[in-house]
């Protein structure tokens, strides 16, 4: 009797889970999760604070159980926290002395958790992915890479129907995996005909089939079947590198897209490699080195960016990205789930432009979509139409945005790099309700249940909740 009874035990202590990167249908939202408060810091209204070691993913909530991942040296940490009194319960590690390249902003332990509820996934580019029980016992590990990516491998592992899924975007031999959650086995491998990309993919349950992988990738954004990961439907008009993950709201995935050098007036019509080849190619290797290109062809960023094997030339698939690149475009799309092949003409709702996040992915609260861009600019938008219905400055945090905006209580939070929690009333023509300020840096996007937000900063966890 007394297990059959815990789990429902669990649940009315503790409330929804958050079990993945932006919680419950990777919205960012939690509509049943009680009142917030409005102001808080490190020392108001924290019910409890653990120092941790240093990571950048963010936390995810399973039961009485809170779940992130860090790194010390050479190891590779994964912990399990007390929900209501941030006690370590424990803590396990894999070693991996080899170092993926990787941007500074990027991290070893950037990756955020995924839970079935009887099990944790994680994934470190160093290493591969691992599964722990609830106790903290090791069930299997996939070892992954070496990874040739210009910034680093950082999606973080999604999870439906048995199947804990990847994708693994860099310059050569992309793909996505979907790995038996019971046995550790790889079910599926498909190839991605992409370059290097730091999104995480969500998960969609269409009325009919089933579920699907809703993946960015450079370029275009594809939808992939769970079950054997077949590439089902793709939309076209992405940029290079996408770092935001898509948001589904009823039968509408949005996504946003920004890379240096895509906003408007700034796109350059390449020629393509045989033209190139013949004008350019001075020792006929049928190869471009850096030095044969004219200066109007030159790319705008380092050439490694654009040398996707590191052989020091371009070959034809790597001048066919580059020259992709220099013409695509920035933006904001709306698009209808769902289809066969390439849907864009049909799919794309609406595309918005300007003032685009680089890495927080948007959030659609009662209809209308919510981004931060990088010195602190925030805009709202209808989520039916993409009208922009207001555009401001968050005074008090004009800073750089890396966490993704959660909403909760009608209020939207949104996480500067150094540690300002904006808080703003929910709607379009929103306001500030308040800047509260850590004493750290902030990456990791919050999670929310029963009342109680999750703040990760650089160097602990905090329990942010109202005292009664």
């Known amino acids: 009797m007394r297990t059959l009874l815990y789990p429902l035990l669990v649940a009315s202590l503790f409330g929804a889970d958050w079990p ?33 070691p240093a990571g950048k993913s963010s936390p995810v909530l399973v039961g009485d159980r809170i779940f992130l991942t860090a790194s010390e040296g050479d190891e590779l940490i994964t912990m399990s926290l007390n929900r209501a009194t941030g ?61 040739n990516s210009q910034h680093g491998v950082v999606g973080s592992p999604v999870y439906a129907d048995g199947r804990v899924i990847l994708v693994c975007d860099t310059d050569t031999d992309a793909f996505i995996i979907g790995v038996d959650a019971e046995s550790g086995k790889i079910a599926w491998k498909t190839p991605r005909h992409v370059i290097n990309g730091y999104s995480t993919p969500t998960i969609h349950r ?31 008009g992405l940029t290079c590198q996408p770092k935001s993950a ?89 698009v209808k789930l769902g289809g066969s092949g390439d849907v864009t003409d049909t799919n794309v709702l609406w595309r918005y432009e300007k003032s685009l996040p680089d890495v927080p992915s948007p959030l659609v609260y009662n209809d209308v979509v919510y981004i931060v861009r990088n010195g602190g600019i925030a805009t709202t938008l209808d989520a ?48 500030i309700l308040a800047i509260n300020e850590f004493d750290s840096d902030i990456y990791a996007t919050p999670a929310i249940s029963d009342g109680i937000m999750y703040i990760r900063t650089s160097n602990a966890l905090y329990a942010i909740g109202s005292p009664n």
Not at 91 to 107: D, F
Not at 403 to 418: C, F, L, R, T
Request: aromatic content about 12%.
């Open 20 to 52: 993945q990167f932006r919680g419950p249908g990777a919205s960012g939202l939690c509509p049943s999760c009680g009142q917030l408060p409005t102001e808080f810091g490190p020392q108001k209204n924290v019910r409890w604070k653990t120092e941790l």
């Open 87 to 147: 006690k370590v319960q424990w803590r396990r590690s894999v070693r991996a002395p080899k170092r993926e390249a990787q941007h500074a902003l990027n991290h070893r332990a950037a990756p955020t958790a995924v839970s079935d509820g009887k099990s944790v996934y994680v994934f470190f580019a160093d290493f591969g992915l691992v599964a722990y029980d609830f106790e903290g016992k090791e069930r299997w590990q996939v070892p992954l890479g070496p990874f």
């Open 206 to 236: 269409p009325a009919r089939g089933p579920a699907q992988v809703i993946a960015p990738g450079s370029y275009q954004l594809t939808a992939y079947s769970v079950v054997d990961g077949e590439a089902l439907w793709f939309v076209r």
């Open 246 to 334: 898509p948001t589904i709201a009823g039968d509408i995935v949005y996504f946003s897209g920004w890379t240096t050098g895509n906003d408007e007036g700034q796109q350059v019509d390449l020629p393509g490699f045989a033209e190139v080849i013949a004008k350019a190619d001075a020792n006929h290797d049928g190869k471009l080195a850096q030095a044969e290109l004219p200066q109007p062809w030159q790319p705008t960023g380092s050439w490694r960016a654009i040398d996707l094997d590191r052989d020091g030339f371009l070959n034809e698939r790597e001048w066919t990205f580059f020259r992709t690149r220099r013409a695509s475009r920035n933006g904001l799309l709306a």
């Open 384 to 431: 039916k139409s993409g009208k922009v219905l207001k555009q401001a400055r968050l005074t008090g945090a004009l800073e750089d945005y890396y966490a993704s905006p959660v909403g909760v209580d009608g209020k939207v939070y949104m996480a500067s790099e150094h540690g300002k929690v904006v808080v703003l009333r929910a709607a379009g023509e929103w306001e």
